[in-house]
């Protein structure tokens, strides 16, 4: 099993900053990549940006060139940097972490969430 806790949302004006942070703790070592997902109300949930063991990094379009990825290895943490917030980016935002199964889909973990609020 792997446990992921977040931490770092709250409430911001637009053009602001949040850096949101993920503690991953347990199997971690199976885990190939890692990331954050954001929803809001009656929409799915939707991939921001994931870094891979190998250091590979995908963004978001609606993110990309505000919003950075990055991790601590050392210290089983996952880091999302946002600048320039703006109000679409009201959402609760999600860890996650996936482990190969072997299979065409794998095993997702979740953290509990953290809202980022951002005001106009």
């Known amino acids: 099993q792997v446990q992921l806790v977040e931490s770092g949302g709250g409430l911001v004006q637009a053009g602001g900053s949040l850096r949101l942070s993920c503690a991953a703790s347990?199997?971690?070592?199976?885990?190939?990549?890692m990331g954050w997902y954001r929803q809001v109300p009656g929409k799915q949930r939707e991939l921001v940006a994931a870094i891979t063991s190998g250091g590979t990094t995908n963004v978001a379009d609606s993110v990309k060139g505000r919003f950075t990825i990055s991790r601590d290895v050392a210290k089983k943490m996952v880091y999302l940097q946002m600048n320039s917030l703006k109000p679409e980016d009201t959402a609760v935002y999600y860890c996650n972490a996936k482990r190969p199964t072997g299979g065409t889909v794998p095993r997702n973990y979740w953290g509990q969430g953290t809202q980022v609020t951002v005001s106009s």
């Open positions: 347990g199997s971690i070592l199976s885990i190939n990549e």
